[in-house]
């Protein structure tokens, strides 16, 4: 039986979907608004698994939507500049490769949710990994979650952004794990 879990409110909730006998992690930045809007419009049942509640979940399979870590961080940068986050994240007005930095240089554990280590988003609510992990796959994610389809939504406005060779190897090295489920 796995313990209850201390999770950060601002990570949010794992949701138990009883027509799928799953339980589905949403991850920022991994397609969750457009799988919440998927749920929604098919009028699909769900509910909020709290942390505490989670053992008792021990048999339902766990799903997670993965993406890779450095289009991840592309589209929480533009996701931000465009929503203009200032108040909330004034690294932004650094340069993308620069933010990058100063992302990877934060501890895991103060980071904010869009840009959190996927690895350790699934552990803080999981002892493991999640069973089923879908690497950035709408009509796979909307098979495991028994939905007829997942539309993608509220894309970022992409912007050209340039990494520098050191903000790579720095996602390389923070973000290991994460690539390596990634890269499969």
């Not at 509910?47 to 993965?66: G, H, S």
């Not at 650094?94 to 699934?122: G, K």
């Amino acid at each position: 039986m796995t313990r209850p879990r201390v999770v950060p409110h601002s990570f949010g909730e794992v949701i138990y979907l009883p027509q799928a006998q799953c339980l589905w992690l949403p991850i920022r930045k991994n397609a969750h608004t457009a799988i919440f809007e998927a749920i929604w419009s098919n009028r699909v049942q769900w509910m909020q698994v709290p942390p505490r509640d989670l053992p008792k979940y021990d048999e339902v399979k766990r799903v997670a939507m993965w993406r890779d870590p450095f289009r991840r961080l592309e589209s929480a940068y533009s996701y931000f500049k465009t929503r203009s986050q200032l108040e909330d994240l004034p690294s932004l007005l650094l340069n993308f490769p620069d933010w990058v930095m100063e992302v990877c240089n934060q501890a895991d554990a103060q980071r904010n949710p869009h840009v959190a280590s996927q690895t350790r988003i699934a552990k803080l609510f999981f002892d493991t990994l999640p069973e089923k992990i879908i690497r950035w796959n709408f009509p796979a994610m909307a098979s495991e979650l028994s939905l007829s389809e997942i539309v993608p939504r509220n894309a970022s406005v992409r912007v050209k952004l340039d990494w520098s060779y050191h903000a790579i190897c720095q996602v390389e090295k923070e973000y290991e794990k994460d690539l390596r489920i990634w890269r499969g």
